[in-house]
């Protein structure tokens, strides 16, 4: 059973910066993309950035520039720097990994941009 743990969630201020980490319980290498959503209350969730097998990325127009995505294959984590963070930052951000184009996801963890 594939099993995907999220952590470095918090609370940060306006321009500050965290790192969320994603570790998965079955090997990366073979997965057709790796990548982070997120979701506000009353809103559907939505992509931040994504990792393909190829190692091309793809980001949400709202934190280009802001945020990098990378995938460590051989930890079998994938990982999200966010800086220059803003308070429309705010939400869960819930991990997702395609593998044999089964959808898995983590349970979510939670990242508040606020004075």
């Known amino acids: 059973q594939v099993q995907l743990v999220e952590s470095g969630g918090g609370l940060v201020q306006p321009g500050g910066s965290l790192r969320l980490s994603c570790a998965a319980s079955?090997?990366?290498?073979?997965?057709?993309?790796m990548g982070w959503y997120r979701q506000t209350p009353g809103k559907q969730r939505e992509l931040v950035a994504r990792?393909?097998?190829?190692?091309?990325?793809d980001y949400a127009d709202s934190v280009k520039g802001r945020f990098t995505i990378a995938r460590d294959n051989a930890k079998n984590t994938v990982s999200l720097q966010m800086n220059s963070l803003r308070p429309e930052d705010t939400a869960v951000y819930y991990c997702n990994l395609i593998i044999n184009y089964f959808n898995y996801w983590g349970q979510g963890t939670q990242v508040t941009v606020s004075s």
């Open positions: 079955v090997s990366i290498s073979s997965a057709n993309a």
């Open positions: 990792i393909e097998s190829g190692r091309s990325t």
